[in-house]
């Protein structure tokens, strides 16, 4: 599903005329053809729309980026008037899949836009949620006033009419307990054990940052050392990366946006398999490109395109590829044999059918270059053997990787510290370690903390989120 997050360009001056009428006309003759051009998808007509103070502030590549999300939801079909302030119109912007959103925009006297955005929009028509489930069969010992807690906190989650399954894990107080809930497939009354595997898509980057680690405290190279030297002689030169560090790409201070601006414009481009045609070719040209406003290490920007670059200077490094070193370096040493971003029929590794938002039933992602960013798919028994390795004082070449993936190196605006992958809160005191993950037909989360030695993991083959659930679970081990 495309989420098309709120992209504010940027604010300017007021119009000369001889009233509001004429303001509003103008403001309309403009989006006229910013429709028209979205339509047909003239991406450079609608940047040279832009004022030149708009662009002293907005590359041309920036706005690319945003317009390829836009495309990808079809045609605009209608417009209408939702206020006008000042200089600036809202528009609610209806497109053929359904999709609304609200666009602002403001315009000068020369007629071009000084202020263009478009965000989420609350849909006049309301989605239809399906009923929520009576019965949901389950697994789950209550013993414990915290067992009857993530009881009740899981079922409100597994309820709902667009989910199916969900697994917990749970460590706490040196007692491990799984709650397990739902259907692998519908119909079929069958439980998800603790070794069916999910996808668990964001969570492979604390995979990738340990890799990272692991070559770091092995003195191979160090956090602070520049990329360029590991990149292609095509690549190298680019501006935007002269600065660009390991430790940048792994706490995503790199500069570089969290989706590479031709991730959608290239041959074979499924948008139900999204990574799936993305090669080291589509990355390198993507990196080629890239400009930025602003310095490395300056500001977090998540970054699915950094770590999945980060993946392939893993690889470059160590000379093998990605798979093979998270192999040697992390999956063998714990005995993670079924964490993989290929699953094994032969094996049978068994991993479910993802639903979306709505409840449909929707493709799995295989990932090639970006693997390192999303693509690896687990279980809650293997996670947790991978968390509870957390715990222990480094004295083995991986516990030290680990330990270094856990340090402080970025300060976020919303009071979210950064380690390598790993964000950081404190709870009365207590620092927690977590990280999410989602794809089109999943849902994740990994979360512990080394004082008090809990942790939790949760995996769920839907698209609606288990980030409400999890904060609360955490959050009660926490206060325990």
């Known amino acids: 599903m495309i989420r098309i997050l709120f992209f504010l360009l940027f604010l300017c001056t007021a119009l000369t005329g001889s009233g509001q009428t004429k303001i509003e006309e103008a403001n309309r003759a403009v989006f006229n053809k910013i429709e028209f051009f979205i339509n047909t998808q003239m991406t450079d007509s609608v940047y040279n729309l832009a004022s030149n103070n708009f662009k002293d502030q907005v590359s ?95 079922n409100s989650y597994i309820k709902k009419g667009e989910t199916q399954s969900l697994a917990i894990a749970v460590f706490h107080r040196n007692k491990y307990k799984t709650f397990l809930y739902g259907e692998t497939e519908k119909g079929n009354n069958t439980l998800p054990t603790e070794n069916t595997l999910y996808e668990i898509g964001s969570i492979t980057k604390v995979f990738t940052a340990t890799l990272l680690a692991d070559l770091v405290t092995k003195n191979i190279i160090q956090l602070d050392d520049t990329i360029t030297t590991f990149l292609p002689d095509s690549v190298a030169p680019t501006p935007s990366l002269s600065g660009v560090t390991f430790k940048t790409l792994a706490n995503h201070t790199s500069g570089l946006p969290r989706m590479a601006e031709n991730w959608n414009r290239i041959a074979g481009f499924d948008p139900k398999d999204p990574y799936s045609s993305y090669d080291e070719k589509a990355l390198f040209s993507s990196l080629k490109n890239h400009q930025s406003s602003r310095e490395p290490g300056e500001e977090y920007e998540y970054s699915n395109l950094g770590y999945g670059l980060l993946g392939q200077l893993i690889a470059v490094v160590n000379q093998k590829p990605y798979m093979q070193s998270l192999q040697e370096t992390v999956l063998a040493p714990l005995q993670l044999t079924n964490t993989t971003d290929r699953p094994d029929e032969k094996k049978q590794q068994e991993i479910l059918p993802g639903l979306d938002k709505e409840g449909n039933v929707t493709s799995l992602w295989h990932w090639e270059t970006m693997v390192a960013s999303g693509g690896l798919k687990s279980n809650i028994r293997e996670l947790m053997l991978f968390t509870v390795e957390q715990f222990k004082m480094p004295e083995n070449d991986l516990q030290k990787a680990m330990a270094l993936t856990r340090q402080f190196t970025f300060f976020t605006p919303d009071n979210m510290d950064i380690g390598l992958a790993w964000r950081m809160n404190m709870l009365d005191g207590i620092i927690y370690f977590h990280h999410t993950g989602e794809t089109a037909g999943s849902s994740s989360f990994i979360g512990f903390s080394p004082d008090t030695k809990s942790a939790v993991v949760i995996l769920s083959n839907a698209a609606e989120s288990v980030n409400p659930i999890s904060t609360e679970i955490m959050e009660k081990l926490l206060a325990e």
């Open 60 to 154: 041309e590549d920036q706005l690319s980026f945003m317009l390829q999300n836009l495309y990808q939801l079809g045609k605009i079909t209608d417009v209408e008037v939702e206020d006008f302030k000042g200089q600036t119109a809202t528009y609610r912007v209806f497109f053929t899949d359904e999709h609304q959103l609200l666009a602002k925009l403001a315009v000068d006297s020369s007629y071009h836009y000084t202020t263009l955005a478009f965000m989420a929009a609350d849909n006049n028509t309301k989605k239809v949620e399906k009923p929520e489930k009576e019965e949901v069969i389950s697994q789950v010992e209550t013993e414990t006033p915290l067992d009857f807690f993530i009881d009740s906190v899981a």
